[in-house]
């Protein structure tokens, strides 16, 4: 089945404390991307990457880190949480600009 | 800054009736316009899109209408069932080299009541 996967789903922290959200896809995509989501203010670009070795900002990197040393996987990286990153994460996938992003099913981070 | 602005932020419905969200954007550069519909507890699915050299798409009972002079896009949903109840965003990008970049709206709740 061709899908997007987050781990993990639920992740509760503590400040300061590095953690990794795992994303995999396993449709070839090109494209990958990490979103965070908070009421009121919609879907919020965190970083994507256009290939291999090929990353960019978003909207809102500041507080994070990806990489994407192979095509599949591309995780998001938290080197010290805050608490102002209690949210919920989505990773995304897509084959090109005609074709929309595949989300995963969301991992919901909660920093106290 | 937020380059897409969607409204309403909810929107209650009755069944059958047609549901109107509205996404207005402000980057001319945007070639791209994709809607996502997210069910709670689910990641955004894509539901239809469109490109800006055609003024309306329809698939089934999801349409996009777009006006590229007055920036502005919508979705309008015919025949609402309750089913179609969850929550809508509005996305823009640029194709090329930038597409990886995709903005959303703030996303608007539709509730289709039976």
């Known amino acids: 089945e061709a899908q997007v996967t987050q781990n993990p789903r639920y992740l509760i922290t503590v400040t300061g404390k590095k953690l990794t959200v795992t994303c995999s896809q396993n449709?070839?995509?090109?494209?990958m991307s990490w979103y965070r989501q908070d009421p009121g203010l919609g879907l919020r670009q965190i970083y994507y990457?256009?290939?291999?070795?090929?990353?960019d900002k978003g909207d809102v990197p500041e507080g994070y880190k990806v990489s994407r040393k192979e095509k599949r996987n591309f995780p998001l990286i938290l080197e010290s949480p805050s608490p102002n990153q209690t949210s919920l994460y989505f990773c995304a996938s897509s084959l090109s600009s005609m074709r929309g992003y595949t989300f995963g099913s969301g991992t919901r981070l909660t920093v106290v | 800054q937020q380059q897409v602005k969607q409204s309403p932020q909810s929107l209650i419905v009755q069944k059958g009736g047609i549901s109107i969200i509205n996404c207005a954007y402000e980057?001319?550069?945007?070639?791209?316009f994709p809607w996502y519909q997210q069910f709670p507890g689910k990641g955004p699915a894509l539901l239809i899109a469109i490109r800006p050299d055609v003024s309306e798409k329809k698939e089934g009972r999801f349409t996009i209408s777009f006006n590229k002079s007055a920036k502005q896009f919508s979705l309008h949903i015919m025949d609402s069932q309750p089913g179609d109840s969850a929550t809508y965003f509005c996305a823009a990008t640029i194709g090329g080299t930038s597409y990886g970049k995709l903005t959303f709206g703030q996303g608007t709740i539709l509730t289709v009541h039976p």
């Open positions: 980057n001319t550069a945007f070639d791209y």
């Open positions: 449709m070839n995509h090109e494209y």
């Open positions: 990457s256009m290939n291999v070795e090929v990353t």
